[in-house]
Structure formats: C-alpha cells, structure tokens
C-alpha cells in the first residue's frame, strides 16, 4: 500500500540515479525521516550546518570546488526562509543547487497550525522554479511524485544552472478512524444576526499569543467567564491572568484522552494568535472529540480550522464578541449541576509542580520562575523551552513572548533585546544553544542596554528532538546537530556582557540572585545539562502527575460548587450527611 514514506524512497533513488551525492543537512523534526534515509547510506557524503543561511553558502563553496550539483535539506517551519539569501546568490550565480524543502502535510497552511508557513512562495530571483511533491495516498500519487521529482532535478540544468526548490510534504502521525463529520461552516460579522447560542454549553475559551491586556478587556472576559461559567486555557504567551484560568498544559500532556472527556468543552472560543502549545493542540485536535465546536473570534474573518472543529468565524476584535455576549445573550444558567470551571480548576490544583528533578532546563525553569521579578519581559525560545517554562507559574505581571508565528530559532534573541530598547524592565531571554547560535550576532547590537537577561541551555544541540526518542548518536549527527557549539564566554564577553556559568543546581542557585536583580551590564547565565537529564527531569514531572484521577476531579470540581452555593459551612453538614451510614 503506498504511503506518503514512498516520497522519501523516490528522492534518495533519483538522487543516486542523478548522481547527486552531496548533501548539506540543517537540524530539525520534519525532515527527521529524510535524513535517516541518507545518513548511513555510503552513496552520500553529508555535511551538518546550524543556520540554513550558512548551509547554503556552505553548498555554492562545495560546489565552486567540485563543479556538482549539491542538495540541501531543511526542516519545515521559519528555515526554508533561510534558505532565501544564499539562494539568490546562487541564482545569479548560476548555481546547480537543489533545496530539498521538508513541509508540513498540505491542509496545515494558514490554519495557524505550528510550523506550517507558506513554503511554496519563494521570491522569483531565489530558485529557478518550485515543485511541491503530492502528499502519497495512492498509486496515482506516486506516478505523480516521480514525475515531479524528476521535473526538478531535470530544471536545475534547463536553459542554464540554478537553483531548485522541492518542497516535500510530512506528517509524522496519521489519523485512523472513521470518516470525519461534514461540518458547514458559518462567518458572522458586525450587524449579522448572530444566530447562535451560549445557554447550556460548556465553555471554554483560548487565548492564544497575545499582547498584554487593557485592564477593560480583562474584566470583560472576566464577566463573560463569570456568566458561562467558562474556562480560561492560558499559557504564558496568553499574557492574561484571573482566577478563572487554567494553565494546564502539564495535565493535557498526561491525561488519557478516556478522562479527558469530562474536561472536554462543547464550545472552544479561540482569541488571539497561535497558542505554540502542542499538548493543548494534540488533545482538542482528537477525532473523538468531534463534537466540540470551535469557534474563532478574529477581525480577519478567515477560515482557520485548527482544531479540524471549527464551525463558526466571528468576524469581529474581542471586546465586541465579548460584548455581544455579556449584554445580548439570552443565556440561562449551565446545566444545572456542578460547575464546568471548577472541574478544570480542580484538576488544575491536583497538579503537582513540586517535583524533585536533575539540573536541567527544568529544574532551573522550577526554581527560577518565582524569582522573576513582577514587570519583567520574558522571551522564550520555541519548543523545548516554550514547553517546560509553561509548567511552572510567573509572576502576573510578567509579559511573555515567543516567536510563534512562523516557528524560528533564528530570531528570538534579536526580538528580546529590540524590546529591551523599548523599556526600562528587565528582559530575559530562555533559549537553546543552537538557536542562541543561530541568532548569535544579536549580542552585537551596538548599545546593548543592561536590563538584557540570557538564559542559555547548554544541552549539546537541539534536545527538542530527542525527547522520547532516545538520544543515541544517530540522532546527534544531523538531526539534534550536537557538537557545534561550545560556549557564549569569549563571544558574551566581547559583547560586553557579564558572563556566569553554572554545571550543577548549587552553581546556579548561587548566580540565580545576580541575574534577576539590578545590574550596570547585560548579564549571561549559561547552565550546562546534559541531554541524560533533560529527558529524566521531563519524564519525570510528567510521571508523577500521571495518576492524576479524573473522578477525584470532578468530585472536587462539584464540592467547590455546592460550596459556593451554600456556603462552607453548609457543604460541612451535607457531606457529614452524605457520609452516613445507613
Ligand atoms: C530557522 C529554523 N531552523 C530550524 C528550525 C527547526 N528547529 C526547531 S527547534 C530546533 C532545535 C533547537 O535547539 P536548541 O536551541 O538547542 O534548543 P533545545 O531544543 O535544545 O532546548 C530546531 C533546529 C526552526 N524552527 N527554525
């Protein structure tokens, strides 16, 4: 039965068949398969490379030298960008270069899905032409690889030499099970009859990347929360915080999709931009829970269908959805038995962040995050450092950022310190040795100010790929790319930053106070882990919250409500009585 792996078989065969051997590698997860094809396989000579900026100048040098076509490989996501500048060069230089482009499976684009930019759309100087394999499902769809695949390599020496793009479309799951709802699907806008409702659902709304908000639009969504009785799902790229939030990423990544369904809304409301929270996506995204409505709030009225559940597109800014809902609606009160919030707010406070972990980005995000003082700005590199940061609790009034848009580790550490000129706060970045290599000339920037905070994991390349794959040295070689970097000292130091270094919890424990507190210099606090202990520190505080019982939850969830309906003195008694025997 042909599948979509049959793309890779075809290019590593009409790679051979072409005689196209050399091949320039960047790190990165959606071209994981790709790379395991190729990188044992003694027809080809690869070359690791960090930054695809580099690795395609890197790839004109081989060529230069020994007059063949060179292939490069790149994950999806911001790194096909990367590619553009020595592209162009290549182009006007008229070089034989094929850009083997790893993308996300075709539905994915402009559904604010993460890692899934555009890939196809490649300024008209940068490749000769781009070709998009089809995404294999049937024999069709291999006559069709193969003839594509083929036009490309063929197009690298049509009328002249150049550059070549071939995007090649990955999923790294598939879905299985019956055949999906037809939902039709309604856009509301300003002055439309909105005819919809509310009353009896259970609520939950998500807000995805958001700036900080004005103290109005909160207590508006605090109301609206208030009257149905919903859910706040949050994380730190949210910037909201009530009492009504749940930040529960934690519980999402161990709960079994069994127990979730008591959790699960009947409406999902989106704000804001992407979330970058994979947990989260991973459970609303399920088929079994199809009957979950997801309904976009967003002024520019597109069809995003993240969640594969959406059905209605309020084309609209927040504070008129909300609006709309607090005065107009003819809601009337739940469902009449325990509170949807609390369940969630319960299953929420089982949670136990208190666990005891190795040095790693982990522990130090554990120890570090209530020493971050109120006010600050936080950047956090995508992925890896995004997710762990998200299992402990800032302070409030913490605003945090992350480049969730297009998923690059090229700029993180340039976007933190562009908003370092533009407040007086203190501005940490938390990031990875790879993408503080990627965006290491940032340190640079001439006048760099002193409330510029780097946090930097030293963990030997991008640990983001070895989670739960075992970290053996196949891994290491071209896809978590280990061994390019060694440390910021002489570079940190060059750039006028002070610099400190920590190899175990005490070391870092004892800097921890001089990095969050006032300084006359832009501070670098790098922590050296090993990968051994990235991965036990995760799994661990994931282990321990895996007993986590549903029913208890829910239990939970309905006292707190009887609690506030008749008071706490009056739970007393109807549990005493409850708990009688006969
Ligand atoms: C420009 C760009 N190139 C490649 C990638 C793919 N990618 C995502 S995470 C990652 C590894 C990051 O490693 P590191 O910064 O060391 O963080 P860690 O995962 O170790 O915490 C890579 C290469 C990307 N997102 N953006």
Redesign the pocket.
């Known amino acids: 039965m042909p599948s979509n792996r049959d793309n890779i078989q075809i290019l590593v065969e009409l790679l051979k068949k072409h005689d196209i051997s050399r091949l320039v590698i960047?790190?990165?997860?959606t071209n994981i398969a790709f790379v395991r094809a190729v990188q044992d396989d003694p027809f080809f000579t690869c070359y690791s490379v960090v930054d695809?900026r580099s690795a395609v100048y890197f790839a004109i040098g081989l060529y230069l030298q020994t007059g063949k076509t060179i292939a490069l490989c790149c994950?999806s996501?911001?790194?096909t960008r990367?590619y553009i500048p020595g592209l162009t060069e290549a182009f006007y230089k008229r070089v034989p270069l094929l850009a083997i482009t790893m993308m996300k499976h075709p539905r994915f684009t402009y559904q604010e899905y993460m890692?899934a930019p555009d890939q196809s759309s490649l300024p008209a100087d940068s490749v000769k032409k781009s070709f998009v394999l089809p995404y294999i499902s049937d024999v069709n769809d291999v006559f069709h690889a193969i003839r594509v695949a083929n036009q490309a390599i063929l197009e690298l020496s049509r009328n002249g030499m150049g550059p070549v793009q071939l995007c090649v479309p990955w999923l790294d799951y598939s879905i299985e099970g019956a055949r999906p709802l037809v939902r039709s699907m309604h856009r509301y806008s300003i002055g439309d009859d909105w005819n919809v409702s509310l009353s009896g659902k259970k609520v939950m709304l998500v807000i995805g990347e958001h700036r900080p908000f004005a103290e109005e639009d909160r207590e508006l969504i605090n109301e609206f929360s208030d009257k149905f009785d919903a859910v706040i799902y949050t994380n730190h790229l949210s910037n909201f915080s009530s009492d009504r939030c749940v930040s529960s990423n934690l519980l999402l990544s161990v709960i079994e999709k069994e127990k979730f369904k008591d959790l699960a809304p009947d409406v999902l409301i989106s704000i804001g931009g992407q979330t970058g929270d994979y947990p989260f996506y991973r459970m609303l995204s399920r088929p079994e829970f199809e009957g979950i409505e997801h309904w976009r709030v967003a002024p520019d009225g597109n069809v995003v269908d993240t969640y594969d559940k959406l059905v209605n597109v309020f084309q609209c800014d927040d504070w008129y959805f909300f609006k709309h809902f607090v005065s107009d609606s003819d809601y009337s009160s739940g469902k009449g038995g325990a509170s949807y919030l609390d369940g969630w707010l319960a299953a929420e406070a089982n949670l136990n962040r208190a666990v005891s972990v190795p040095f790693s980005?982990v522990s130090i995000a554990q120890y570090l995050s209530p020493l971050i003082p109120g006010g600050s700005v936080v950047q956090f590199?995508?992925?890896?450092?995004l997710r762990v940061w998200d299992l402990f609790e800032l302070d409030e009034s913490v605003s945090c950022f992350s480049n969730v848009g297009a998923?690059?580790?090229?700029g993180g550490m340039s976007t933190l310190i562009g908003q370092s000129f533009a407040t007086d706060a203190l501005c940490f970045m938390v990031?990875?040795?790879?993408?503080?290599l990627?965006d290491i000339n940032s340190l640079s920037i001439r006048g760099i100010r002193s409330n510029v905070r780097i946090l930097l994991?030293n963990?030997g390349?991008?640990?983001?790929f070895k989670l739960g794959t075992g970290h053996d040295k196949e891994t290491d070689r071209y896809i978590a790319a280990a061994g390019h970097f060694k440390t910021a000292r002489g570079w940190a130091e060059d750039c006028g930053f002070e610099y400190l270094s920590a190899k175990s919890e005490e070391e870092f424990e004892a800097f921890a106070k001089r990095f969050v507190g006032e300084s006359d210099y832009p501070i670098i606090l790098e922590a050296f882990v090993t990968d051994d202990n990235e991965a036990l520190a995760y799994e661990k505080i994931l282990r321990e919250n895996q007993d986590l019982k549903p029913s208890d939850v829910i239990i939970k969830g309905v006292k707190r409500s009887i609690k506030r309906t008749v008071g706490a003195e009056g739970a007393r008694k109807l549990s005493s009585f409850l708990n009688r025997k006969a």
């Open positions: 960047n790190p990165g997860g695809e994950t996501a911001q790194a990367n890692q980005n590199s995508i992925l890896n450092s998923f690059g580790i090229d990031v990875g040795d790879l993408a503080f990627y994991i963990n390349g991008g640990f983001e």
